[in-house]
């Protein structure tokens, strides 16, 4: 038996639950990771299912939940990643939404430049912000929002808030300062 079956057995769970998981939540990954990185998004899910087949959660969790926490550490840890080796935090790809193939190429220009400034508010803020912002805009609700963050389910309206106020804040502070145009 490999590791990663031992793993699974040892959980109560099977392998084919895996692939079950698998299949049923790799788009909405895929989906979140290429929001915040780009073309890089298909390495980090690959990650995220490979760190959910080695060392699967308890059966009595939430597998999506669970996902989507992995899912924003290994972005934000990939988004730091090259803010380090670039030397700017905010050198990232694509993070909301697809490009409208039919936007004028002015349209599309300012449409990457606001998900550039976007990425590197993400990038500044503090980690657990960022990611009740991200899972909340992947449409988690708050009962997810707090198994997949560890927090309790009352706090989650005031942790949004305030990861919104930062957002708000740097996002602003990054206009005034010459960031955005």
């Known amino acids: 038996m490999a590791v990663s079956e031992a793993a699974w057995a040892a959980g109560g769970q099977q392998p084919q639950d895996f692939d079950a998981l698998f299949l049923a939540h790799w788009a909405e990954v895929y989906r979140l990771l290429y929001r915040m990185l780009g073309d890089e998004a298909e390495d980090a899910a690959q990650e995220v299912f490979l760190k959910l087949h080695l060392k699967p ?88 929002l707090a198994e997949a963050l560890q927090v309790s389910k009352a706090s989650v309206g005031t942790l949004l808030a305030r990861a919104e106020q930062q957002f708000a804040k740097l996002y602003g502070d990054g206009e005034a300062g010459g960031g955005r145009q």
Not at 106 to 112: F, I, V, Y
Not at 128 to 141: C, D, F, I, T
């Open 57 to 144: 959660p308890r059966p009595d969790s939430n597998h999506r939940a669970w996902l989507y926490k992995v899912a924003t550490r290994e972005g934000l840890n990939r988004l730091r990643s090259r803010g380090r080796q670039d030397g700017l935090l905010g050198r990232v790809k694509a993070l909301l939404g697809s490009q409208d193939s039919e936007a004028s190429p002015q349209a599309s220009a300012e449409l990457r430049d606001d998900q550039r400034a976007v990425r590197e508010v993400l990038a500044r803020m503090r980690p657990l912000y960022a990611q009740v912002l991200l899972l909340r805009h992947e449409g988690l609700e708050y009962a997810e």
